[in-house]
């Protein structure tokens, strides 16, 4: 666990408590607390009566809790019906807001455009119907590997609208992965781009797909490439469809139906601590209501007034609730963004706040890290007065880089919203709520109305609000509209990762440390498990130890997550070499971690690899990645008495 501390700077205030101003308009209210206090269920309903329903449900949830033959997946509005893609798309214009901007696009090499609701509904019909003709049906998986543009959102939707499952994958993997997902999933269509725009240059996309599928055994019929780049594509005809000659052919008028509020609107996967990634289920009326009731409160958004910003890629969890279905469910304007924040310059994000007058902007502490680096002058250089709130999510955000955030970029005066969640809780949790909390640089503060979580002891012990600030275990100990309902295929991974740790009470282990500060609120530390941390994004050490020996000339690998000042962790990996590895030289410490970027994706990549005789194990045989991690910050080896050879650090020392 990396500790982050409460004390303030000198002169630094220890909380920023809102404005009156500020206040006197927020969505949010502490009444908020006291209602979902006194009726959780009844909270949950009225913040599901926001969304349109078919049908309405009979109760509000079925959870089996810790029965003796629980499965853990709960039912929310139960019998409801709606459809997600009305809710977040024709609901919008049947009320008169057709003309409203839906998204602000903003592509990488100077391309923009504008989508207003009236036109995003004519696109996902047209998808919608060109799918239905296709022959893919409710149930049916669909991969979507795309980069940041419009038809990526478009592809999503019309996937919610027919009742397909989508699983999106981010377009960093690589094709290895992508098949990996695909397989798992069973998809029947995969829906891509010819390339991706690179800091100017055009990537090939629709070749990884190719790739992906040269080994026969998929399930795919059909890939959809939407044009982007205009580079050459391998084409396979019967097969290969472009986006432009189909769906953009097809009809805009399209009716559709609901479908239950269990319905399973996607699959999303993420790395745990061992094994294949896990695909993260998620359903329809308990998740929307959960991203857009967020969405609502936690960043103060106000429908046809605000310009909100997400940075995330959808290839995420915060792009899928963050940037496509609570926003949307919203009637947000938004910035979807395709590039890098220094493509062409380190101006970008600054330049785009200012060009659309972003008020809301949502983005992760590496980032804020980053802009640190670059210098206060530069975003000092443009008007960012148009921004009132500021979000932070992927891992916790130092106190410094807080600081740094809502001076430089909110004018000391916007509020910082740090949200924490994960994949599998599919909308945020925990955040202060803007106008109501006298936020904490650095903390999460507290679960937002209508949501529970503990800090508790390895016994499930709850540690004393405000007691003695020890270190503890995050757990969520009532369900929660949002959560997952499953890992696509694996009900049994599912009990033993989240549920087994605290069967006896049925709480969700969260993966996470914690701890209350003397004021009773919440610290979140980061992950207690072997799921590394790197710039946000989620890597198991398990994964790239298993790359790095996928690897001819590597015998063994052991992989940690090394404290870094900009990407918060970054990957340190000790490889052993085979005899027959010959001599072990920079170029094959680069051969390896081009490997891992190949083999997983780019951002995967170690940041460093020693070459060592020994790796340090147990007599059972386990690698001690306590040990390793000292090695790798620096740091005086912990307690190497249950090394087989201790000796074995001599080496590891020397060889780094
Ligand atoms: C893990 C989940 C949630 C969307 C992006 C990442 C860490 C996330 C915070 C925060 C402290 C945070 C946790 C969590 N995390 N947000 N505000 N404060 N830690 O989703 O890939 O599923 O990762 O990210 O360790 O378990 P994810």
Redesign the pocket.
């Known amino acids: 666990m990396t500790g982050t501390s409460t004390e303030p700077a000198d002169n630094m205030p220890a909380t920023y408590p809102p404005s009156a101003d500020f206040a006197a308009t927020a969505n949010a209210g502490e009444e908020l607390y006291e209602q979902a206090n006194a009726d959780r269920l009844g909270f949950w309903a009225e913040q599901a009566s926001r969304l349109h329903w078919s049908k309405p449900w009979s109760s509000v949830l079925d959870w089996p809790g810790n029965a003796p033959d629980s499965d853990y997946v709960a039912k929310w509005f139960v019998d409801g019906e709606l459809n997600v893609a009305y809710n977040c798309v024709d609901r919008h214009v049947e009320e008169g807001h057709g003309d409203q901007i839906a998204i602000y696009w903003e592509g990488e090499p100077g391309d923009s455009r504008e989508i207003t609701y009236a036109q995003l509904r004519a696109e996902v019909c047209q998808a919608a119907n060109y799918l239905t003709e296709l022959g893919l049906r409710s149930g049916d998986r669909v991969a979507i590997y795309m980069p940041m543009v419009p038809e990526a959102i478009v592809a999503m939707l019309a996937c919610a609208r027919l009742g397909l499952t989508h699983s999106v994958v981010f377009a960093g993997f690589s094709p290895a992965a992508l098949r990996q997902r695909v397989d798992d999933a069973n998809a029947k269509l995969v829906i891509t781009t010819d390339g991706q725009w690179r800091r100017g240059k055009a990537a090939p996309l629709k070749d990884g797909v190719d790739e992906a599928l040269s080994q026969p055994g998929h399930s795919v019929e059909h890939v959809m490439v939407v044009r982007r780049c205009g580079n050459d594509v391998p084409w396979t005809d019967g097969r290969d469809l472009w986006w432009h000659d189909t769906v953009a052919k097809a009809s805009d008028e399209h009716s559709c139906t609901g479908f239950d509020a269990e319905h399973p609107l996607f699959i999303l996967y993420?790395s745990g601590t061992t094994g294949k990634p896990k695909g993260i289920v998620h359903t329809s009326g308990g998740y929307l209501t959960q991203t857009a009731y967020t969405h609502h409160y936690v960043f103060d958004h106000k429908p046809g007034v605000d310009v909100y910003w997400c940075t995330a890629d959808i290839g995420?969890?915060?792009g899928h609730s963050y940037i496509v279905y609570g926003p949307l469910a919203n009637r947000a304007t938004q910035v979807v963004y395709e590039g890098t924040p220094n493509f062409p310059d380190e101006h970008r994000h600054w330049n785009i706040i200012e060009k659309y007058k972003v008020s809301i902007y949502y983005t992760a502490p590496t980032l804020v890290r980053t802009f640190m680096k670059w210098g206060h002058q530069i975003p000092a250089s443009h008007d960012l007065s148009s921004i009132r709130v500021l979000g932070?999510?992927?891992?916790?955000i130092n106190p410094e880089a807080w600081r740094w955030y809502r001076k430089h970029i909110g004018a000391d005066s916007a509020p910082i919203v740090?949200?924490?969640?994960?994949?599998?809780t599919g909308a945020i949790m925990m955040s202060p709520l803007p106008g109501v909390t006298a936020a904490k640089p650095g903390a999460?503060m507290a679960a937002l109305p209508g949501i529970s979580a503990k800090i508790v002891d390895e016994e499930g012990n709850e540690f004393e609000r405000g007691g003695t600030e020890a270190n503890g275990y995050l757990v969520l100990d009532e369900p929660w509209p949002a959560m997952l309902r499953g890992i696509w295929g694996n009900p049994q991974r599912y009990k033993e990762t989240y549920w087994d740790k605290y069967s006896a009470q049925g709480w969700y282990f969260?993966?996470?440390g914690a701890r209350y500060d003397e004021d009773g609120d919440m610290w979140?530390l980061?992950?207690v498990d072997d799921v590394m941390?790197v710039s946000?994004?989620?890597i198991s050490t398990s994964e790239v130890e298993s790359a790095l020996v996928g690897h001819h000339k590597v015998a063994e690998a052991a992989v940690v997550g090394a404290s870094d000042e900009t990407t918060g962790q970054g990957i340190v990996a000790f490889v052993i070499l085979k005899s027959s590895a010959g001599e072990a030289a920079d170029s094959l410490v680069n051969e390896l971690k081009a490997h891992v970027s190949r083999d997983i994706s780019p951002i995967a990549k170690p940041r460093e690899i020693h070459i060592v005789p020994e790796l340090p194990k147990t007599r059972s045989g386990k690698i001690m990645r306590r040990l390793l991690r000292d090695v790798a910050e620096g740091r005086e080896l912990g307690d190497t008495s249950t090394l087989v050879d201790p000796k074995v650090f001599e080496a590891i020392s020397a060889a780094k």
């Open positions: 993420t995420w969890v915060t932070s999510v992927g891992e916790p740090d949200t924490w969640w994960q994949t599998e999460a969260a993966g996470d979140v980061g992950r941390n946000g994004h989620r």
